[in-house]
C-alpha cells in the first residue's frame, strides 16, 4: 500500500497544533489526507469542553470544521435532522419507534398477509392498490428494515443505554468502562518525561506491518487519536477499514517512543464487543460488499420513504368520512403535515443542491452557510405552505416544485461547470453521472405524482382531503 502524498503535511499539522495548543496534548484527532479528506484534519476538545478543529493554514483553533458542503448537510439531516446536540437522541427514538411500527404491523397483517403479497389490484379502489403496495414493499424489505431500525437505535443511544445500565452492570463505573469498550489503545497516565510528538510516517508503516502481519493485507488508515503528546506515555490508535469484510473498520493502537503493539481491533481479530460495533456500523451506511450492496441500499432506502408516505396515506384513508364532504380535522391536519414534511424535504434537499452550485460560483466562501439556510428555509416554507392550503392542492404544486428543483440540478451542473451527463459519462466520472441520472429520474416521477395528483382531486371522491 503507497503512503499518501499529503503524510508529510499532516505530521506538520500535528506539531502546529500540539505546539500552539496545549490542550490539544491530552486527547487530539485527526484524519489522514485520502479520497474522503483530501486535506488533514485535528480536532480536540478545548478547556471549556467545546471542540476545536484545525488544518492546513487554519490552526487557530475554529469552532466549526471547514466547509464540507452538500455531503455532510445530508450526513447532518441523516443522524440529527440538523438539531445540534438533541438531533442524535431524537434520530435513536425515532428509530425505536420505527422498528415498534414495523413489527406492529407486521403482527396486525400476518394472517392475510402472505395470501395477497404479490396481489397489485388496480382499480377505482386506490386505497386497495395503495395497501397492496405498501404490504409487498413493507415485507420484501423488512429484514432491512429492522436491520436499519435496530442499529439506528444502537449507534444513536449507546451513551443513553450505557447510563441507564450504569447501576445495574457498570457498578456505577459506566465512564471508566466507556474507553475501553469504544476504543483499542489503554489508557495510560502521562509519566511527566517529555518526547518527541512521533513520526507519523513511521507509525503509519508500523500500523500497516501489523495489519499485515495479522492477515489484514488491505488495511487502510483513515484517522488517528493520539493521547498524551510530547509525553514518554504517549499512545496512537490509528483506525482504518478493510474490504471484504462485514465489519470493516479496525484498529491499531501503538507506543509512540517506541512504535511497540499495545492493542489491536481488526477484522477476524476482535472482541465481541468492538466486532459487534463494527459490524452495526457497516449494516447501517452499507459499508460492506461492492457497488451492488450500495445500488441495493438506495432501492431499499426509497422503499422505506414509500413505507412511511403510504402507510400515512392509508391512516388517512382509514379514518375517511365516505357520506359527508367535511373530513374529520385529524385527518385534514395528517395530510397536510405529511405532505409538508415528506414531499417538503424532497424540495429542500433539491433547494440545497442547486444553491451550492450557484455559490459556488457566486461566492464559494458562501456554501456552507447558504445550504444550510436554502434547505431549512425551504422545508420550513413548504411546511408552512401545506399548513394553508388544502392537502389537495398542497400536494400538486410541492410536488411540481420538487419536480422543477430537482431538474435544475443536472441542468445547472453543465450550464454553469460544463458536466453536462453525457461529457460525465465519457470523461468516466461516473459519480457524477449517477447523481443527474437520478436527479432527473426523480423529477419525472415527481412530475407524474403531481399529474397524478391533479387527475385524483379532479375525478376522485368528492368527499376526500384529496379532493379540490
Given at each position: 500500500?503507497?503512503?499518501?502524498?499529503?503524510?508529510?503535511?499532516?505530521?506538520?499539522l500535528l506539531e502546529d497544533v500540539l505546539a500552539t495548543h496545549p490542550e490539544a496534548r491530552r486527547h487530539v484527532g485527526m484524519t489522514f489526507p485520502g479520497a474522503e479528506h483530501p486535506q488533514p484534519l485535528a480536532y480536540w476538545q478545548a478547556d471549556d469542553g467545546s471542540w476545536r478543529y484545525a488544518w492546513p493554514g487554519q490552526i487557530g483553533g475554529s469552532p466549526t470544521p471547514p466547509q464540507t458542503g452538500l455531503a455532510e448537510l445530508v450526513n447532518e439531516l441523516h443522524y440529527s435532522l440538523g438539531l445540534p446536540v438533541a438531533g442524535i437522541y431524537v434520530m435513536g427514538i425515532v428509530s425505536l419507534l420505527y422498528g415498534m411500527a414495523l413489527l406492529s404491523g407486521l403482527v396486525i397483517h400476518l394472517p392475510k398477509l402472505f395470501g395477497d403479497l404479490f396481489a397489485l389490484r388496480p382499480g377505482r379502489n386506490l386505497k386497495q392498490l395503495w395497501q397492496d403496495a405498501h404490504n409487498v414493499i413493507g415485507v420484501l424489505s423488512l429484514p432491512f428494515h429492522l436491520m436499519f431500525a435496530v442499529t439506528g437505535a444502537l449507534l444513536c443511544l449507546v451513551f443513553v443505554q450505557m447510563a441507564l445500565l450504569n447501576p445495574l452492570i457498570y457498578d456505577g463505573k459506566a465512564l471508566?468502562?466507556?474507553?475501553?469498550?469504544?476504543?483499542?489503545?489503554?489508557?495510560?497516565?502521562?509519566?511527566?518525561?517529555?518526547?518527541?510528538p512521533g513520526s507519523l510516517r513511521v507509525l503509519h508503516a508500523r500500523a500497516l506491518e501489523v495489519a499485515r502481519a495479522q492477515g489484514v493485507a488491505n488495511f487502510e488508515p483513515a484517522y488517528l487519536k493520539l493521547a498524551n503528546a510530547g509525553d514518554a506515555n504517549a499512545t496512537i490508535e490509528i483506525t482504518g477499514e478493510a474490504s471484504g469484510t462485514l465489519g470493516p473498520l479496525g484498529a491499531v493502537a501503538l507506543d509512540v517512543a517506541t512504535g511497540n503493539l499495545l492493542a489491536s481491533q481488526l477484522p477476524g481479530q476482535r472482541d465481541a464487543n468492538h466486532a459487534t460495533l463494527s459490524a452495526a456500523y457497516a449494516l447501517h451506511f452499507g459499508e460492506f460488499g461492492n457497488g451492488v450492496v450500495v445500488w441495493l441500499y438506495f432501492l431499499l432506502g426509497l422503499g422505506g420513504a414509500f413505507l412511511f408516505y403510504s402507510g400515512n396515506l392509508l391512516w388517512i384513508e382509514s379514518r375517511r368520512k365516505r357520506r359527508q364532504p367535511q373530513q374529520p380535522r385529524a385527518g385534514v391536519n395528517m395530510a397536510r403535515a405529511t405532505v409538508g414534511v415528506c414531499i417538503g424535504l424532497c424540495v429542500a434537499i433539491s433547494v440545497a443542491f442547486v444553491t451550492a452550485l450557484v455559490l459556488e460560483r457566486l461566492a464559494p466562501s458562501a456554501v456552507d452557510h447558504g445550504i444550510r439556510w436554502a434547505c431549512f428555509g425551504s422545508w420550513g416554507a413548504c411546511a408552512l405552505w401545506a399548513a394553508l392550503r388544502r392537502p389537495a392542492q398542497a400536494a400538486r404544486e410541492l410536488l411540481w416544485a420538487a419536480s422543477i428543483s430537482t431538474a435544475l440540478v443536472p441542468v445547472l451542473h453543465g450550464a454553469l461547470n460544463g458536466d453536462w451527463m453525457w461529457r460525465a459519462a465519457a470523461r468516466g466520472h461516473w459519480p457524477l453521472f449517477w447523481i443527474d441520472a437520478i436527479a432527473l429520474a426523480m423529477a419525472f416521477g415527481f412530475a407524474r405524482l403531481a399529474v397524478a395528483s391533479q387527475r385524483r382531486a379532479r375525478t376522485g371522491d368528492p368527499n376526500s382531503v384529496w379532493a379540490n
Open positions: 500500500t503507497a503512503l499518501p502524498a499529503g503524510l508529510d503535511d499532516a505530521q506538520y471508566q468502562a466507556v474507553p475501553t469498550a469504544m476504543d483499542t489503545a489503554p489508557v495510560r497516565d502521562a509519566s511527566g518525561i517529555p518526547a518527541p
